[in-house]
């Protein structure tokens, strides 16, 4: 892939994913710059040899690519100031959850080429998930060097319209988060049970680690093939299951899904 010169706004947990992951990936460090005011994150990014500041707006000027990793909240803030950047030559990237392009036009009417991007954390581990969303118009070598950049850490897909956003926030940006929380609630039970925490806790993301692995090398099976596989008639499975179907676990996953959609769609409204 090309190696721009790439100014991240924001030095936070999934900027630090990315970066990291681009570093793994041999993008080279003096390629990157880390823009935040907290000088325990730049001090991060500035062990690895990457360019750090607290001025955004110079960071802005130099960069090719200004990647907006600040939390939703603050984009209002970040951005006015840096009306004082022309971004007509720049490619503007937003990985903040719920900032629409159209808001994103609003705050920085210079940018005439913006993706929109929800990575998610794996990316540290060259795992992540983006889904990636640009107006039509975008120049098609822009469009590529997005999408480069985020399958330098993992799996991208396009979305065909904007509104998808929110539900690629449930499905990408934040589900890492529900897999924890399974893995927490198992753990946990394993060691109140009597099992030793860390024992408990390589029990438990092993055998995630290798149901993934499943799912990904097997495209051709299922997911309901796959569970099946593991459930033998009247066996220990089917009696966990019957207990995850007796709570209602795919509706309970359907509300959670939903509830994050909605929180995207107000937030969209809110900053
Ligand atoms: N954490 C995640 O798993 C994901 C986060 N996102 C999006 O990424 C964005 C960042 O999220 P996180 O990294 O989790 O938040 P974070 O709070 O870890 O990072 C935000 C960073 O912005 C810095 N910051 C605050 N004011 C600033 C300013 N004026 N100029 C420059 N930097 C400033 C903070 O010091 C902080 O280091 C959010 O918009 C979020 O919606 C998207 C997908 C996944
Ligand atoms: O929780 C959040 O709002 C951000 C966006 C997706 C993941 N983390």
Not at 21 to 29: F, N, R, V
Not at 111 to 129: C, H, K
Not at 188 to 217: F, T, Y
Request: glycine residues 6%.
């Amino acid at each position: 892939m090309q190696h721009k010169f790439i100014t991240f706004i924001g030095g936070g947990n999934m900027a630090q994913a990315i970066i990291f992951g681009l570093l793994q990936q041999g993008y080279p460090a003096h390629k990157l710059m880390v823009c935040d005011p907290n000088p325990s994150r730049r001090d991060i990014f500035a062990a690895r040899g990457i360019m750090v500041s607290d001025n955004n707006i110079e960071a802005a000027i130099r960069a090719e690519v200004v990647l907006l990793a600040v939390k939703p909240q603050m984009m209002e803030a970040v951005c006015l100031p840096l009306q004082a950047v022309d971004f007509s030559h720049k490619l503007l990237i937003s990985i903040a959850a719920a900032i629409s392009l159209q808001r994103l036009h609003d705050l920085l009417p210079s940018a005439a080429n913006i993706v929109r991007v929800m990575p998610n954390t794996p990316a540290l581990v060259s795992a992540g998930m983006s889904g990636l969303f640009a107006a039509p118009s975008l120049a098609q070598d822009l469009k590529d060097f997005a999408e480069a950049l985020l399958a330098a850490v993992g799996k991208t897909c396009w979305l065909a319209q904007e509104s998808d956003m929110h539900k690629i926030t449930a499905a990408s940006g934040s589900s890492p988060a529900y897999f924890f929380a399974f893995m927490e609630a198992m753990q946990l039970m394993l060691m109140d049970s009597g099992i030793d925490e860390n024992m408990a806790r390589l029990l438990v993301q092993q055998s995630a680690l290798g149901a993934a692995k499943m799912a990904e090398q097997n495209p051709q099976i299922s997911l309901s093939l796959l569970r099946e596989n593991v459930t033998s008639k009247g066996g220990t499975t089917a009696a966990a299951l019957a207990v995850f179907n007796r709570c209602g676990l795919d509706d309970m996953v359907k509300q959670a899904m939903a509830a994050c959609i909605a929180r995207s769609q107000e937030m969209e409204k809110l900053f």
